[in-house]
C-alpha cells in the first residue's frame, strides 16, 4: 500500500487514543473505588494524577495537528483526525470528573442512603464508556449505537436516585444534624451528576464514532 | 434551421475562406508535383534510352557490368568505372569522416558559443554550397601540380573529400545537438568526465544520424563529374590497381562516353546512368532506412 | 493552540513510525552553506544563504518560482560550473571541506553527491547499462549483485529483473525516474539530490516516489526541491523557505513550517496569499 508512513501514523493515532482511553478509564475505577471505600490514598492518586491526563490530551491534540498540517488527510482519513480530536476531549473531560469524584470520596464523612446504589451508576457509565472505546477501536457502528441508547437506562437511574435523595431530605427532619446532612446530600446528588455526566460523554465518543465511519452525524447532539 | 444557426454562431460566411483553403492547397500541391514531374520526364528520357540500348543495340547487361572499358563499342564495359567509384568513395570516406565528425565533435561540445565559433559555422554551411569544381580546382593547384601527384584516385578521393567534409560536419553537428541536453546533465551528475560523456552516451545516441549524413553525403560524390574531370580521370579503360593507380569513375566514364559520336556509345552512356542512379538509390535507401530505425529513440 | 517538542511527548505509541524515529535523532550536519552568494552575471540569484543540512535525514526546499531553489541545489554538486557566467561568493562545504576549493575536483564530487532531475532522463541503453554507467565512469565494474542492489533500493527490481536488457527508455514516466533514481544511487553516493523529481510525473507514481524517499533516507541525505508544498510537508523532516531574490527566510523542522512559521512572509506564502 503507498504512502505506508502516513498509513502508520493514522495507526499510531488510533493506538494512542485508546491509550489515553485506558489511562482515564483506570483513573475512574480508581476514584469509584476510593469513593466505596473511602481510601484517601487512591483518591490522591487520581487527584494527583490529573496532570498526567492533561499532558497526554496536549500530545495527542498536537498529534492530531500534526496530522492535518502534514498529511494533508481527506474523506475517511479526515473524519478519523477529527474525530478523534473531539474524542480525546471528551475523555480529559472524564479524567476531570474522576477528579470530583476522588474530592467526594475524601470529603465524605458516613455512608448515607445504602439503598442507592451509586457503585452501581458508577460501573453502568464506566462501562457505557469502555464498551465506546470498544466500537471506536472496531470501527463498530452497531454498538456504538447500542451503547448510545443504553443512556437512557443511564439517565432513569440517576434520575429515579436523585429523586429518593431529595424525597428523603424533604421527609425527614434532622434537627441538629441538618448542617452535615445537607452536605452530604449535595454532594451525593453531585456525585450522581457527574456520574450521568460520565454517561453523556460515552455518549459523544459514540455519536463521533458513527461520523467517523459513515458520515452520519444523527447522534451528535 | 439556418436562423438557428445563425443565432448560435453568427451570421457568417465562411464559403469564402474555404475556399481559399483548397486553392491555397491546390497551388502548393502543384508546386510539390513540378519536381516530380521533372524528375518522371527525366527518368523516362533515361530509361528509353537504356531500354533502347538493350534491344537495338544489343547491350548484354551481365557483359556491361563485367567488362572494363574499352574503344570498341561492342566491348566496352563498365566493370572498371564501378570499382574506380567504390574505391573512390572509400577513400573519401577515409579522409572525410574522422576529421569530418572529429570536428563537429569539438564544434558542438567544446568550441564556447563565441564570435568565432559562429564564423566558423557560418563558413562551414557556406563551403557546404560551393561549386564542386572548385574543389576540383583546388585538388589540381595542390596535389596534382602542388605535389606533382598524377591523376589517381587518391587525389580524386581528396578533391571529392573536400567536398563532402562540410556537409558531414553540419549533418554531424545536427546529430549532436540532437541528443538532448538531459542526458548529458545526467552522465555529469552521474560523475562522468566531459569526455567519458561524449564516448559513452552522446555520440553512440549520435551515431545513427552521424551514419545518415555521412552515407548521404556519399551518395552525392558518387555522383559528382566536375571535379573528377579538374583533376584528370578521363582516359583509363581498365581497373585501377589501388589509389595510387590511374582510373576513370562512373561519371567520368559516362561523360566520355556520351562524348562519343557513335550512337553506341551514347546509349552505354545512358545504361551507365542507370546503374550510377540505382547505386546512389541504394545508398539513399540506406540512409533512410537507418535514419527510421533509430529515429523513434532519444 | 500549542505543539508540545517531541521530547515531552507523553504518547503510549506503540506504533513506531518513520519520521517519529527520525524527528527524535539530533541534527548532524553533512552539506553548510556560509553567507553564500551566486551571481549569473550581474543578476544575484541567491543571497547571502546560511544553511546547514542534516545527515541521513529529508531536507526541502520550497520556496516561488525564480526564488533561487533550483541554483542552491545546483551550486551543491556544482553542476552551475557549466554556465559560464555563474559566479560564487561564499563557502558552501560538503563534510566539512569548500566545494569550490582548487584542489576539489567537480567530477570526484558528483561522485559522492547525486542529482536526480525534473525530467526523467535516462540513457538510451539498456536499463542494466544505465545502472551500471556510474561504477563504469570510476573504472569499476559493476556486478550483477550490483545492479540488484540499486535497483532494490530504487524500488524498480520486481519490475524490470526480467528485462535488463531492454532499453530504458520503453518504461513508463515513473519507472523512468525510478531508474535515473537507481542510477543514481549504484555508485553509492553520500547525498541525493532531488530537483522537483515528482513534478513531471502521474499523482500515482509520485507517490510511489515519495514513498521510495522515505526508504532512502535511511542511507542516504535526501534534498529535495519542490514546488509542491503538500509533498514538501508529507514527506521532509526539514523545510527551507526560500523568497524571491535568492532570500533563505526560514529554515526549521517541518511541523514548525507549517504549523507555526516564525516569518510573516512565510505564513502568507504557506497559506497561498501570494507566491
Not at chain 1, 87 to 112: F, M, P
Not at chain 3, 106 to 114: D, F, N, S, W, Y
Amino acid at each position: 500500500m503507498p504512502r505506508t508512513e502516513y498509513q502508520l501514523q493514522l495507526k499510531a493515532l488510533k493506538s494512542d487514543v485508546l491509550g489515553m482511553s485506558e489511562l482515564v478509564l483506570e483513573r475512574y475505577e480508581t476514584a469509584l473505588t476510593a469513593l466505596e471505600d473511602k481510601d484517601a490514598e487512591l483518591a490522591h492518586d487520581v487527584i494527583d494524577g490529573d496532570d498526567e491526563v492533561n499532558g497526554r490530551y496536549l500530545s495527542l491534540e498536537s498529534e492530531c495537528i500534526d496530522l492535518l498540517a502534514l498529511q494533508q488527510p481527506v474523506a475517511g482519513d479526515l473524519r478519523l483526525v477529527a474525530s478523534s480530536f473531539k474524542i480525546i476531549t471528551d475523555l480529559e473531560r472524564v479524567g476531570d470528573l474522576a477528579v470530583n469524584l476522588s474530592e467526594y470520596a475524601l470529603a465524605a464523612e458516613r455512608e448515607r442512603y445504602p439503598e442507592i446504589d451509586v457503585m452501581r451508576i458508577g460501573r453502568e457509565a464506566g462501562w457505557m464508556l469502555e464498551e465506546a472505546m470498544d466500537a471506536y477501536a472496531t470501527d463498530d457502528v452497531d454498538r456504538a449505537r447500542e451503547i448510545a441508547a443504553s443512556d437512557d437506562r443511564l439517565d432513569e437511574l440517576c434520575a429515579d436516585a436523585s429523586e429518593v435523595i431529595v424525597y428523603d431530605l424533604l421527609r425527614t427532619d434532622y434537627g441538629d444534624d441538618i448542617e452535615t446532612v445537607v452536605d452530604d446530600v449535595s454532594r451525593l446528588l453531585l456525585t450522581v451528576r457527574d456520574l450521568e455526566r460520565v454517561g453523556d460523554h460515552a455518549v459523544n465518543v459514540c455519536a463521533r464514532t458513527v461520523y467517523m465511519v459513515e458520515n452520519d452525524d444523527e447522534l451528535i447532539y | 434551421m439556418s436562423t438557428q444557426t445563425d443565432e448560435l454562431f453568427g451570421d457568417v460566411d465562411l464559403g469564402w475562406e474555404h475556399l481559399k483553403n483548397r486553392l491555397f492547397l491546390g497551388l502548393i500541391f502543384a508546386a510539390s508535383m513540378f519536381g516530380v514531374v521533372m524528375l518522371a520526364l527525366l527518368l523516362l528520357d533515361i530509361l528509353t534510352d537504356f531500354y533502347v540500348g538493350l534491344t537495338e543495340f544489343n547491350i548484354n547487361l551481365v557483359d556491361f557490368l563485367t567488362r572494363s572499358g574499352s574503344r570498341r563499342e561492342e566491348l566496352a564495359g563498365f566493370q572498371g568505372a564501378i570499382i574506380a567509384s567504390v574505391m573512390l568513395v572509400i577513400v573519401t570516406a577515409f579522409l572525410s569522416f574522422f576529421i569530418g565528425v572529429g570536428s563537429a565533435i569539438y564544434l558542438e561540445e567544446y568550441a564556447p558559443k563565441n564570435r568565432l565559433t559562429r564564423l566558423i559555422e557560418a563558413n562551414l554551411a557556406n563551403l557546404a554550397g560551393v561549386p564542386s569544381i572548385v574543389y576540383g580546382l583546388l585538388a589540381l593547384a595542390a596535389f596534382r601540380n602542388g605535389i606533382g601527384l598524377g591523376p589517381i584516385v587518391l587525389v580524386g578521393a581528396i578533391a571529392l573529400a573536400l567536398l563532402v567534409m562540410p556537409i558531414i560536419i553540419v549533418a554531424s553537428q545536427e546529430a549532436l545537438r540532437a541528443v538532448p541536453d538531459g542526458v548529458r546533465n545526467g552522465s555529469y551528475a552521474t560523475g562522468a568526465t566531459k569526455w567519458q560523456t561524449i564516448r559513452r552516451v552522446v555520440l553512440p545516441a549520435a551515431i545513427p544520424g552521424i551514419l545518415t549524413g555521412t552515407i548521404l553525403a556519399l551518395a552525392r560524390a558518387i555522383g559528382e563529374t566536375a571535379p573528377l574531370l579538374m583533376v584528370g580521370a578521363l582516359f583509363v579503360n581498365r581497373v585501377p590497381y589501388g589509389p595510387f593507380d590511374r582510373y576513370s569513375a562512373m561519371p567520368t566514364q559516362i561523360y566520355a562516353w556520351a562524348a562519343e559520336p557513335s550512337q553506341h556509345f551514347i546509349h552505354l552512356a545512358a545504361v551507365g546512368i542507370v546503374v550510377l542512379l540505382t547505386i546512389m538509390l541504394c545508398m539513399n535507401g540506406v540512409a533512410i532506412y537507418l535514419r527510421n530505425k533509430y529515429e523513434t529513440e532519444v | 493552540m500549542s505543539t508540545q517538542n517531541t521530547d515531552e511527548r507523553l504518547i503510549s505509541t506503540e506504533v513506531q513510525t518513520g519520521e517519529n524515529a527520525r524527528a527524535n535523532l539530533p541534527d548532524e550536519p553533512v552539506l553548510a552553506a556560509r553567507g553564500l552568494d551566486v551571481y549569473y552575471g550581474d543578476d544575484r540569484a541567491l543571497d547571502d544563504i546560511t544553511i546547514e543540512i542534516p545527515k541521513n535525514k529529508v531536507t526541502a526546499i520550497i520556496g516561488p518560482s525564480g526564488c533561487g531553489k533550483s541554483t542552491f541545489l545546483r551550486s551543491i554538486n556544482r553542476m552551475n560550473d557549466q554556465i559560464s557566467v555563474c559566479r560564487i561568493d561564499g563557502e558552501l562545504t560538503f563534510r566539512g571541506k569548500n566545494v569550490y576549493d582548487d584542489d576539489v575536483d567537480p567530477v570526484a564530487l558528483r561522485r559522492k553527491i547525486g542529482q536526480v532531475f525534473q525530467k526523467p532522463n535516462p540513457f538510451p541503453k539498456s536499463i542494466r547499462e544505465n545502472v551500471t554507467y556510474g561504477l563504469e565512469v570510476q573504472g569499476k565494474s559493476a556486478t550483477d549483485e550490483d545492479v540488484e542492489r540499486a535497483l532494490r533500493g530504487a524500488a524498480l527490481w520486481d519490475e524490470v529483473k526480467d528485462q535488463l536488457d531492454s532499453s530504458g527508455l520503453e518504461l513508463s514516466g515513473g519507472q523512468q525516474q525510478r531508474l535515473c533514481i537507481a542510477r543514481a544511487i549504484a555508485p553509492d553516493p553520500e547525498v541525493i539530490l532531488m530537483d522537483e523529481p515528482t513534478s513531471a510525473l502521474d499523482p500515482v507514481a509520485a507517490s510511489k516516489i515519495e514513498d521510495l524517499i522515505d526508504e532512502l533516507v535511511d542511507e542516504y541525505t535526501v534534498v529535495i526541491v519542490t514546488h509542491n508544498m503538500q509533498q514538501a510537508a508529507r514527506i521532509s523532516d526539514k523545510t527551507a523557505v526560500f523568497l524571491t531574490g535568492g532570500e533563505l527566510v526560514e529554515f526549521d523542522d517541518t511541523a514548525t513550517v507549517f504549523e507555526n512559521p516564525a516569518d510573516g512572509r512565510v505564513e502568507d506564502y504557506i497559506t497561498g496569499k501570494f507566491g
